[in-house]
């Protein structure tokens, strides 16, 4: 296990870097990359980015400006990946030549030659953060721009349980050099499309309550997506939803994707544990959020696995 300055100390020497974030990106994943990335580049080294899905429209911004690519990799690294299987389709190309992972799960799994894991860290970005400062660089506004976002978007606008009191204090350093957070934030979580409505009315007239009401479970079949035309990045925030309702403790948001995968978010209360949940399955994550997939069987059958095991869970818990 490595640290911060470890890390540094590991990245000064290394040139024409491939950063490689995990599939179905989430601002964390895609903030952490680019404003390493763009810490790199101002040190005067090459680097490129690839991630098995496309990146969503809202986070394109991120990248915006950074010289991609026009080279072979000496060096691959992960941020914000968990799990080998996280890299999606990309997994069998980069399996066994991953020399770096940074990551903040306490659910890791090792896959990479070194590693920086901090369970503690409220995102990634923050890690970056830090990171940069070890590095010498001064962050600019697109670096702290990323870095707020990876922090505003995995503590959910700094409101979950992860969010620590380092979490604030680097969110006010990224603002205090040039981050919009309050435009971050609007995007964010404040700007939904009428489709995305749409899509969202359809999926809450779904929402079933079990084990007395201590769980929430919405469904998302293929068939709303291609009702209304949204993307599944379009309904990243649904899988908050049901952890809203009063005396909910596990939300659980269970997803078709086009590949026939079924997709799995769950959010937990205090004092349910999310992460507990989806190891069940071969997931993880944190305590108050946590994911994991199904290959081979419906939408219908997954989400009464997760109901069974969700049961199960509580009742082990004396919940």
């Not at 890299?87 to 799960?105: C, M, P, R, V």
């Not at 923050?126 to 001064?138: A, R, T």
């Not at 269970?254 to 989806?278: F, H, I, M, Q, W």
Request: aromatic fraction near 6%.
């Amino acid at each position: 296990m490595m640290d911060c300055a470890q890390t540094a100390a590991l990245l000064r020497g290394w040139d024409r870097i491939l950063i490689l974030s995990h599939a179905s990106p989430d601002g964390d994943t895609l903030g952490s990359a680019c404003a390493l990335m763009r810490g790199l580049v101002s040190l005067h080294k090459q680097v490129d980015f690839r991630c098995a899905d496309e990146i969503p429209e809202k986070f394109t911004y991120l990248f915006q400006g950074i010289p991609l690519g026009g080279f072979s990799p000496e060096h691959i690294l992960t941020v914000d990946v968990a799990d080998l299987s996280l890299l999606g389709s990309l997994k069998g190309e980069y399996e066994g030549k991953i020399e770096l992972a940074i990551d903040h799960h306490g659910t890791h799994k090792v896959f990479a030659e070194r590693r920086w894991i901090e369970p503690e860290s409220g995102a990634t970005a923050e890690m970056i953060w830090l990171l940069l400062q070890e590095l010498g660089v001064k962050p600019d506004k697109a670096m702290a721009d990323c870095v707020y976002t990876g922090i505003s978007t995995d503590t959910g606008c700094l409101r979950y349980r992860n969010a620590t009191p380092r979490s604030y204090r680097i969110a006010a350093e990224a603002l205090e050099a040039g981050a919009d957070g309050a435009e971050i934030n609007r995007v964010m979580w404040e700007s939904k499309t009428r489709a995305q409505l749409e899509a969202e009315r359809l999926i809450l007239n779904g929402l079933e309550f079990f084990c007395d009401g201590k769980c929430a479970m919405l469904r998302v079949p293929r068939s709303i997506l291609e009702k209304t035309g949204v993307k599944d990045s379009d309904l990243d925030g649904v899988a908050a939803l049901p952890r809203q309702v009063k005396g909910v403790l596990f939300g659980i948001t269970v997803k078709e994707k086009e590949d026939g995968t079924v997709k799995v978010s769950v959010r937990a209360n205090p004092p349910a544990d999310a992460a507990a949940l989806c190891a069940k399955f071969g997931g993880g994550g944190h305590t108050g959020a946590a994911g994991c997939s199904f290959s081979g069987i419906s939408l219908e059958e997954a989400a009464e696995k997760m109901k069974a095991a969700s049961e199960e869970e509580l009742l082990d818990a004396g919940y």
